[in-house]
């Protein structure tokens, strides 16, 4: 018998530590290779996240935490199983669409605050043989200085299959999540920490016990 989708709504807010860069590789049009992303909120600029990028950084660090509880699967093979499923169950795979959406996550500042800690930083193209930097290959990049947070949802319905387990491998990884955006190479994105404000799963998921009982054993 099919049980009936089970759904699962996740709010959570973040704030980085220092520079980051949320563009999508796209110039203004003018002297700016890399802009940042704005979004238009009630006749306001705001900044924020994509949640295409909130998806792929998170399906990252939720396979590297299953990956973590390998020690566990070992002496369990019920807890390998579910492991295995865990991530394309919660993000989707190539016949199988995600079962989650993430929203935008919203910078909660004014505009003119996101405005005034907006910067411009330049880099070069490095030739990967020699080491180099390649000629004529000058970069310049938007990025914005750390102030107020970022607020987003992740919301969907779970089918038949180890929703529980998987229910507790996303908070944690969401909880464990340390850079977002681009150029995270030199140390940007970097994330000073990730709240989760609310859980509501239908079936009464005691997410808090399961989740510090997984985070003990990662």
């Not at 579910?82 to 959406?101: D, H, M, N, S, W």
Request: with cysteine; aromatic share 8%.
């Amino acid at each position: 018998m099919v049980s009936k989708p089970v759904h699962v709504e996740v709010r959570y807010s973040l704030m980085f530590e220092g520079v980051y860069q949320t563009g999508d590789g796209s110039g203004s049009g003018g002297i700016i290779d890399r802009a940042m992303r704005m979004r238009r909120i009630d006749g306001h600029e705001t900044l924020f996240v994509p949640g295409s990028a909130l998806k792929g950084a998170l399906r990252h660090a939720t396979l590297q935490f299953c990956h973590s509880l390998d020690s566990v699967a070992k002496r369990d093979p019920t807890a390998n199983e579910a492991c295995v499923k865990i991530v394309p169950y919660l993000f989707g795979e190539a016949t199988k669409a995600e079962a989650l959406r993430f929203s935008d996550a919203i910078h909660s500042g004014s505009e003119s605050d996101q405005r005034e800690r907006l910067e411009l930083r330049t880099g070069v193209q490095i030739d990967r043989k020699t080491g180099a930097a390649v000629e004529d290959h000058l970069f310049i990049f938007e990025c914005a200085h750390p102030s107020g947070l970022f607020t987003g949802t992740i919301e969907g319905y779970l089918a038949d299959g180890p929703h529980r387990e998987a229910v507790t491998c996303l908070l944690v990884a969401l909880s464990k999540l340390r850079a977002l955006g681009s150029r995270r190479s030199v140390g940007w994105g970097n994330i000073r920490q990730v709240d989760i404000t609310s859980v509501k799963v239908e079936d009464g998921y005691d997410w808090k016990k399961e989740a510090l009982s997984l985070w003990k054993q990662a």
